[in-house]
């Protein structure tokens, strides 16, 4: 019987436009699918995993075919409705599905004959379960430090290798290189069991009679275990934490009752995510008057609109509303994709969630290994390969930007809390695309519903909602009616003259600190800049340090004494003299949050103080320690950057203070006054949200700003009607539709040429829309200097067209001797 030759059209993870076609051999006829992963040599000496696109007899014309080394995977792990989503993607971010695929897949399903590989730290170098091809490379892993997928090949003498390393990946023998650096780090949590000699209850009473006369309140942290576990005195345990926080006690406190040989510790591992069945059932919930309304309008809206725009202030219980609609959504049979801006969130909404759905639950995002993320792709996938923790598939997945590119295939509901926030954009690599648009997007291929959930909601979201597009729900009472918090202005320039400034704080801020501390409640200081002191200046000369590599001052960091770029990274030593003009009058201007942090520390000496930014939260378990520090309230005053404005829910915190509300308000951005309004919102949103009222102090030398004003009468509807009025006479989102050009090159003169000739040939097709070249604000990053071109184009208009117009102008421009080495990046909808 002749055999048919297949053909398949793959993409490959890289920049390059289009499809490559290979040959399946026949041996492989009856296994490859579209969907597949498969491995390919491209080029001379490189390997890659592919992905097919589609399988066909035709063979090409012109040029020999070569062969696909093998198939990786013995069903698809990506769907169509994933291929189309990049296809999309592709389409309207104006990026290759390449650049799509390298996005949206986890490390470890993207293998290339640069990666390397090394031992997994945990492999106890028993090599008795393996093969011997596989033990060849596991020996030459204990000989050397890392392998080359090209050295692999060599040493076990196979062409094929990639299946030979994802059955090692697998067997936990290796990894990829770069988990190295986020190896993955088992949850260890201490519990408190009772020793065994007090588990009699007649050395039980001996204790208890003893506590009574010298130490009460280790007697009520021992009552309270009892409680804790309903009696169990053989086999109760404790978390630690809800031990200490059941009696308001303290470590030293729990430290007396081990030495005395009451308690014992025990460290167990745990999930990250504890995969427990739910304790609560979603019929529990009961909603208020608002919340039910609200929750009813939902379910109407979506029997005519896809998209519903929930508008709730902070506090109002859109959590609880969000829950029943999972529940129904589970219901049905379907998936549910929850998308969050940070990972911080992820923290305290898991617990929420998992609470009434259990082990349902899956985490998706970026502080994972790459091995984590594979286990929780296939999981979403069919539950192929079960992880050691996980058991069941995976009914609702958590997580920012990043997880909506899991194989979702049946999803019924996408919920986008905090829409507004520009986390959700992606600035680099391509594609640069903003995760609240292309989630909508996802949702509709799904045929599911969408909701947009947020207490500021983005201008052009709000628009939509106002011309049609999406339904509009608003819910604006605090849930168990607590009021709004009360906002006040700290006057800088008054306090300035009268002198009762204590460093970058007013004395009206310090006061009701001190206030709120006394109170025993705990603060939120918010100001948008990390660092110490924002630049280093000469009072002589006014010499300032500049990064060697970017048009920026460098910022002061004090814990490691260093002048730090923000872009590039570069960081230098503080120098000890002016080195233009030798003077030592060297001082510092302007303030961050590690300044803010290390001031606070000499006004208040005796508070615990805590700082939430980028320096402090690089590492894996960085956010939810904190979060977790300041629920236990082991933290009084928690300073931080954007990353304290999301969503946290905390309910001791009595006062927010932002510190400084001009530089936002003042910075030259179109969309300043909209994102400063969100800001302070959001951030006074965390003040008084259980009992008493919560205060927020804005410091400002402008208290009779319009957006300040807003704020503090909490008017969103008054901003957004001035913001949409300044947007339409000067033709910006959401009347226009912007794309940005961003020409890079390292020599100034070549670019300014280029950018030049490029905007030159754009104004000729497309007019007036074409604004630039221009410098921006940060001429130059690692060393390559930058112009940008924007282009505005009008509600109504083709964009299909101008994008296609587009792309042929970069392509002459690219095609020009003088300008292939100038790189030119497309961000379609910039933020």
């Not at 189309?84 to 897949?105: H, I, P, Q, R």
């Not at 945990?122 to 093969?131: A, E, K, P, T, V």
């Not at 060599?154 to 990829?176: C, D, G, H, S």
């Not at 609880?320 to 549910?336: D, H, P």
């Amino acid at each position: 019987m002749e055999r048919t030759t297949l053909f398949v059209d793959v993409l490959l993870p890289l920049p390059i436009e289009g499809t490559f076609t290979y040959r399946v051999p026949f041996s492989l006829n009856d296994e490859i699918k579209k969907g597949q992963r498969v491995v390919v040599q491209f080029g001379r000496k490189k390997i890659y995993t592919a992905v097919v696109l589609k399988v066909h007899e035709n063979p090409p014309q012109g040029y020999s075919v070569k062969y696909i080394s093998s198939i990786l995977d013995p069903v698809p792990v990506i769907n169509n409705i994933q291929l189309d989503f990049w296809k999309w993607m592709s389409e309207y971010y104006m990026c290759t599905k390449g650049e799509v695929m390298n996005v949206a897949l986890p490390s470890s399903l993207k293998l290339a004959s640069e990666s390397k590989i090394i031992l997994h730290p945990d492999f106890d170098g028993d090599i008795s379960g393996l093969n011997e091809r596989e033990r060849s490379i596991a020996e030459a892993l204990h000989n050397r430090s890392k392998l080359t997928i090209s050295e692999a090949i060599e040493i076990a003498e196979l062409k094929k290798i990639f299946t030979l390393i994802k059955n090692l990946i697998e067997k936990k023998v290796v990894l990829v290189e770069e988990e190295i650096h986020d190896t993955y780090k088992p949850k260890k949590e201490t519990f408190v069991r009772l020793s065994e000699k007090y588990r009699n209850e007649e050395n039980l009473k001996e204790i208890f009679d003893e506590l009574s006369k010298r130490a009460f309140k280790q007697l009520e942290m021992l009552i309270s275990f009892i409680k804790l576990t309903n009696n169990n005195l053989e086999n109760g345990e404790v978390k630690r934490p809800l031990l200490i926080k059941s009696v308001e006690g303290s470590a030293s406190q729990l430290n007396s009752l081990v030495k005395k040989g009451v308690f014992n510790i025990l460290t167990k591992i745990t999930s990250r995510l504890e995969n427990r069945e739910s304790s609560t059932s979603v019929d529990k919930i009961k909603l208020n008057e608002h919340q039910q309304k609200s929750y009813s309008e939902i379910k109407n809206a979506f029997k005519e609109k896809d998209v519903v725009l929930f508008h709730g202030v902070t506090s109002s219980g859109k959590t609880e509303i969000y829950i029943k609609l999972i529940s129904e959504a589970i219901a049905e049979g379907k998936q549910v994709l929850y998308l969050l801006p940070e990972i911080a969130l992820t923290t305290q909404i898991i617990s929420r969630l998992q609470k009434y759905f259990g082990e349902k639950i899956g985490v998706y995002h970026s502080k994972y290994s790459n091995n984590e993320k594979v286990e929780i792709w296939n999981n979403v996938l069919n539950n192929q390969y079960k992880s050691e923790v996980q058991k069941n598939s995976y009914k609702i997945i958590l997580g920012p930007r990043s997880a909506m590119f899991l194989p979702f295939n049946n999803l019924g509901l996408v919920i986008i809390d905090e829409e507004h926030d520009t986390s959700y954009k992606q600035y680099d690599p391509a594609p640069r695309y903003n995760a609240r648009d292309s989630a909508i997007y996802l949702a509709k291929m799904h045929k599911a519903k969408t909701i947009l959930g947020t207490a500021t909601p983005a201008v052009e979201s709000y628009f939509n909602s106002q011309t049609g597009k999406y339904q509009l729900v608003e819910l604006m009472q605090r849930y168990g009616d607590i009021q709004m918090p009360e906002i006040k202005v700290a006057n800088l320039k008054l306090e300035t003259r009268q002198r009762t400034m204590k460093s970058h704080f007013s004395s009206y801020l310090i006061d009701h600190v001190k206030q709120a501390l006394e109170n025993k409640k705990q603060i939120i200081l918010f100001q948008n800049r990390r660092g110490f002191s924002l630049r280093l200046e000469c009072e002589v000369c006014n010499w300032i340090p500049e990064c060697k590599n970017c048009d920026v001052t460098l910022t002061y960091h004090k814990y490691n004494n260093q002048l730090r770029c923000h872009y590039c990274g570069y960081s230098t030593k503080v120098p000890e003299k002016c080195p233009s003009c030798e003077s030592n009058a060297l001082i510092m201007k302007g303030f961050g949050t590690e300044k803010v942090e290390d001031d606070l520390s000499i006004i208040l000496p005796e508070i615990r103080i805590e700082r939430m930014d980028l320096d402090t939260t690089r590492s894996k378990y960085a956010y939810q320690r904190i979060i977790n520090d300041f629920e236990e309230r082991r933290i009084d005053i928690l300073v931080g950057t954007q990353m304290v404005t999301k969503g946290l829910d905390f309910d001791n915190v009595s006062v927010v203070g932002i510190l400084n509300a001009d530089n936002m308000l003042s910075f030259p951005d179109f969309r300043a006054q909209e994102r400063s309004f969100q800001l302070m919102a959001q951030v006074s949103g965390r003040a008084g949200r259980k009992g008493k009222r919560g205060e927020v102090i804005i410091q400002t030398y402008n208290p009779k700003h319009q957006t300040i004003q807003n704020v503090i009468n909490n008017d969103y509807y008054k901003m957004y009607i001035r913001e949409l009025s300044d947007r339409y006479k000067f033709n910006y989102p959401p009347y226009y539709k912007l794309v940005l050009l961003k020409l890079l090159y390292k020599d100034y003169h070549v670019l300014n040429m280029g950018a030049s000739y490029l905007a030159s040939n754009l104004k000729q097709k497309f007019g007036k829309m074409v604004l630039g070249p221009e410098y921006p604000l940060v001429s130059r990053i690692k060393n390559r200097y930058i112009k940008n071109i924007l282009i505005k184009i009008e509600r109504g208009k083709s964009i299909s067209y101008i994008k296609s117009e587009l792309l042929k102008e970069i392509d002459k421009f690219n095609s020009h001797q003088e300008h292939k080495k100038i790189l030119v990046v497309i961000d379609v909808d910039p933020l």
